[in-house]
Nanobody
Framework: QVQLVESGGGLVQAGGSLRLSCAASRRTLSNLAVGWFRRAPGKERKFVAAINWSGRSTIYEDSVKGRFTIFRDNATNTVYLQMNSLNPEDTAIYYC???????????????WGQGTQVTVSS
């Protein structure tokens, strides 16, 4: 099981940007797909975006397309989620996960790390 640590969350005004990081400390992520998920207050955790091992293939949930970009730096063993044009509906705890391929990412059910809180004020 890959242990991942999320960071980069914070409080931002609507229209602002944040960059989240997902890092692995005990093994390489370079041969794994990585995905981002989020859980808004009172709601279930949902898929946000994923990237394949090489970075050449990405998928996004419809509500973040054009605003969020997932990318990776295998040299530093880190996957990022650049979030632009944030709105209050993006307020959630954000989690990352690693799996063998993008194809099996959306049904990932845990275990989860602590996540990083993103709060967007109106």
């Amino acid at each position: 099981q890959v242990q991942l640590v999320e960071s980069g969350g914070g409080l931002v005004q609507a229209g602002g940007s944040l960059r989240l990081s997902c890092a692995a400390s005990r093994r390489t992520l370079s041969n794994l797909a990585v995905g981002w998920f989020r859980r808004a207050p009172g709601k279930e955790r949902k898929f946000v975006a994923a990237i394949n091992w090489s970075g050449r293939s990405t998928i996004y949930e419809d509500s973040v397309k054009g605003r969020f970009t997932i990318f990776r730096d295998n040299a530093t063993n880190t996957v990022y989620l650049q979030m632009n044009s944030l709105n209050p509906e993006d307020t959630a705890i954000y989690y990352c996960a690693a799996r063998a391929t993008i194809a099996v990412m959306k049904n990932f059910s845990g275990p989860w790390g602590q996540g990083t809180q993103v709060t967007v004020s109106s």
